[in-house]
């Protein structure tokens, strides 16, 4: 066709103008000698520093309409222009990239990938450990893309799971990055800390220096683990980051930050590609962000939640002696809670099993319960589902009428695997037969079990201010009702089917 | 691979639970026999009802196993899944879709190209004439499409271009649609109704029907013209339209609204496939988009704009006799407003051209103007600019320091075509030779003509109420600055370059 040969005529004037006024080096070689997939595994920060260099040199190029040439050239053989169709026809070396995700990510990474065009077959999940990231399961996804040649877009690692709370050893993942990296093997580094970003504040000292894990651990029984502390203390590391105020933030809906390490990077997705310009660059970062509809996905949205969390911030800054505070108390809560589960654990002995799945990383915890008369994990769940019946909210009743109100989640099989899913439910006297990945329906099998879920972000949940001692309560009331829930099921076991 | 041949396999099983329990048909066929072609141009509505038999017919499969891996099948093959590389892999013969849309299209779907992954090079951009799409270059680019084999995802009408305010002739696109049909070519047709789609209520009456034309226009003195009332009169034929509420729908930021035609359509983005359930499916629409987080980009946000649009169209239905009077009024204020410009432009006679660039469609409404001294378009941009500044925000100025706030756009080379742009520098006095498409930087020419920008959404702008009529004071206040800022320019020429 003959666009696509202006399309090449035009690349090679780009080729031809960088060889002749700026030969870009990569490990002291011309970018042009090297081959796709070392040039896909240039390290982000090389990546950034090329795109720069490059933007730099076309401002300095005295021919301007030669500088529109190559800025229309270096456009027309991007991805974001051709499609992936297209693009991928032109390198046909080049695989897809994958993107490496634990199976505990939330479901928008699938999402994305849908929406993006890569397709949810190459989003890698990567198993976990206790719904950690294993480290060596990432190991061998790794070692697996470099023998398929098929680059890596990003590793992703999840520091507070939405369901779990679990925290995904982000230390590790920047270990194995170190590692790989002189083999050939590079990737961007995100961390999803939609959950736990906020709680960073823990681990800063006013100054904003990392504070000795000693320090951190003063505060609480638990908190921090060595995981968890190191987890945090590499979040330097990231090449990006996702937090959500109206999370542990605790500002309303609205918000949202994508932190980069490197600003630039986000030249990368902005609508208009800032090569060529009538107008000057922008002079600094705030000039450059103040045209934030160039950079986001909404054109114009409300800065009214922007402003909550710039005015919260400023008010209570993200350190240890400010709003980490309020995340301390936070967790502090967990604690109690952790402990407290104990004593329902004792005092429901009689009737049922009470365990903790998962070993709480910081302020979610999950609870996992099953009668002692049962040994099937579609029975656990369809009493874990009645009991929840109490605990959700029923628009056609007062809220007032509820004690409390709580959420429930489900493990999955894929997500937990069978030897720990096995651990787990042996613990709670069910028959890990039951657990199978393909049950039959109405069955005494299930794919997935059910467990309450437990965000406890509330800082005055036990007693220091008013003298309600809010978990004490909860874990009362939930007694109460497993007691009440085990005699209507044994006082009328068909109106069970009914229920469940 | 093995995975591959899993998933052929698979996929075979697909075909024969097809062939065997529910032969699915197009024009007496078996769609197993037909074209790839073929298939891609189904019309939308075959596609979804196909899509719904296919699901009833796994709903009632007694063998459930059998439904899970027919369902694994579909699932495994889905673009979404697959990713658009490996997708045209495994269909050779088909290219990549298109999407033609008219070049006054905002630059949202830009960016929504590029993120799809689509790429920016499958946009389409059809000419339009005044800038309203062309009916005859839609028409040469589906010829070309069906020439080239490229099937159409969809074609974009835009009811009202926030830049200009003009309206794109829906009820051609719909008609050339139909013709295309008979010739094995179809595609969606997608509605951009983010500015105009509230005026549709000024189109209906009470009960929901269209109301003639000639009782439309009683209320104004030359809204709607015939292409206008057509093009709402056909909206019944999209098959899905954007709406934003924010915008003449006057409820805050935070509420979007994409409508189908068919709310099936919205199960081929759900994030989770609803074709294998152990639930139930939905007993009707209001259960089913109440877990909309599997329907949009975002899982959790704010519901309160939402529920601000609920209450607003629930106060005000969105006819003639109660949203549509608002409406109403504001295009009775555009229609003083184009009356009164000529009032201006003979005021300013004797030092400039004044002009409409375009005639207006409904309430937006945009000015342009030349000192009679200039011919350069480059010149008179800067002039444009220069009176400009005085209606824009001055972040270290109070707000109550201005007396008008305005905006303005740009009209680009490639927007408008040499021929129209011509004619409208002609009635400016500008030079039509100094419109390029590659200007030097700091020279005569100029590739855009920079144009006030006016939104008359203020139902309240003329002498009603308050006896101020804010037209007249704009109208009064802008041959002012018109006329000081042209004195400003003859006695300090070199001040010019200063501010532009």
Redesign the interface.
Known sequence: MPGQQLQTAAFEAFHGWLAQSYPLLHAGRSLAEIDEWTLLNLPVAEIVALRAAIETQLRAEPD??RA?RVAQAIRASR??????????RRHPGCE?PVVLAPVTA???W??A??????????LVPVACRGMRMDAAALEASLEQAAAQHRPILCVVGVLGTTEFGTFDPIHRIAAAREAWRRRGLDFALHVDAAWGGYLASIFRAPDGSLRPHQDVRRAFRYFPSREVYDAFAALDQADSITVDP?KLGYV???AGALVCRDHRLFDFVA?EAPYVF?EAPPANYRDKFHALGRYI?E????GASAAAVYVTHRTLPLDCDHFGRLQQETIRGAEYFFDRVQRLAEALADLAFVTLPFEPDSNLVCLAFNLRSNASLARMNAFTQRVLQHLKVDPTQPLQAKQFFGSSTRVSYEAIGLAEGRQLLLRLGVDPATFRP?P??GGRDADSILVLRHTLMNPWLLARINDINYVDLYCAYLERLVRSEAQAGAAAPAARQLVA
Request: charged share 30%; no cysteine; net charge negative.
């Open positions: 301007r309409r529109a991805l974001e222009t051709l499609g992936a169709v297209e693009f991928f897809p939330h479901y928008s699938d999402k990938m849908r929406l993006l065009g890569l397709g949810t077959d190459q109206h309303p809906y609205g609508q009538d996905l054109g114009s949205k409300s393909d039959e329906e």
